[in-house]
């Protein structure tokens, strides 16, 4: 749904709770592509008491499998190509997030477990419920996450931290979420859909070419040493100034 300058996505499954399958994925990476030029922010939200329960256990062994999907005895039948090719296009849900020209904020409640924490990560920013509970359980199911999850998750808490949740498949409350950095805020469950929005509004307030600027800064800052973000700063401020004097190309 897109809503003057920003869209909102809805997970609308929440007899599931929101629980994930490769078509939800298939469906989230076409939003990405498809949507318009003239958005500058997504606000990725879910019906329901979970924000998401993690991949369809019908896709694990025993779970009577998705008509029409590749269970995941059937996806480690296939050739080491082929399954990267799948992981890969699985990925794609979860990766156009953070594009440069986007800011992008979760507004999670109830449990974000496993792929669900991943989506939940794959934003720029997240906004919690007090009930929120996240929880990567992957590690503990014999598996790894790996819907590009990992890398945000580092980036916010710390290699140290990271390791301790995606191992002992721990829960995060909201309130720890918040203090560790994983989370901008939380707040009672009936002003989530307000908070998210406030944040968004907040965020649109600068001009776009200025936060696209600041976004890749932030972005590439941690591959960066001192002095290449130093130059890196001077080139995106010498593009602003161009541009609002009205030189730029």
Request: charged share 25%; proline share 4%; aromatic share 6%.
């Amino acid at each position: 749904m897109i809503e003057g300058s920003f869209a909102v996505v809805s997970l609308t499954n929440p007899d599931r709770r929101n629980a994930q399958t490769p078509a939800l994925w298939r469906a989230l990476a076409a939003v990405g592509r498809e949507l318009p030029g003239d958005v500058r922010a997504v606000l990725l939200r879910a019906e329901g008491t979970s924000f998401s329960a993690g991949l369809d256990r019908r896709m694990f062994p025993g779970g009577g499998g998705i008509p029409g999907e590749s269970d995941l005895v059937t996806l480690a039948g296939a050739s080491d190509d082929e399954l990267d090719a799948t992981i890969a296009s699985f990925q794609e849900a979860f990766t156009w997030w953070r594009r440069p020209d986007l800011l992008t904020v979760a507004a999670v409640q109830g449990h974000a477990v496993g792929a669900g924490f991943q989506l939940a990560l794959a934003c720029d920013l997240r906004v919690c419920a007090d009930d929120a509970r996240f929880s990567m359980r992957e590690t503990a199911l014999g598996l790894v996450p790996d819907l590009a999850g990992t890398k945000p998750l580092v980036d916010l808490v710390g290699y140290a931290r990271a390791l301790e949740i995606c191992v002992t498949g721990r829960w995060v409350g909201a309130q720890e979420a918040v203090a560790m950095g994983l989370a901008t805020l939380a707040v009672p469950g009936e002003e989530l859909d307000g908070a998210a929005r406030d944040l968004l509004a907040a965020l649109l307030a600068a001009p776009r070419d200025a936060v696209i600027e600041t976004k890749a800064l932030l972005a590439g800052a941690a591959g960066r040493t001192y002095d290449e973000q130093r130059a890196a700063e001077r080139a995106a401020q010498a593009r602003r100034l161009r541009d609002l004097a009205g030189l730029g190309e």
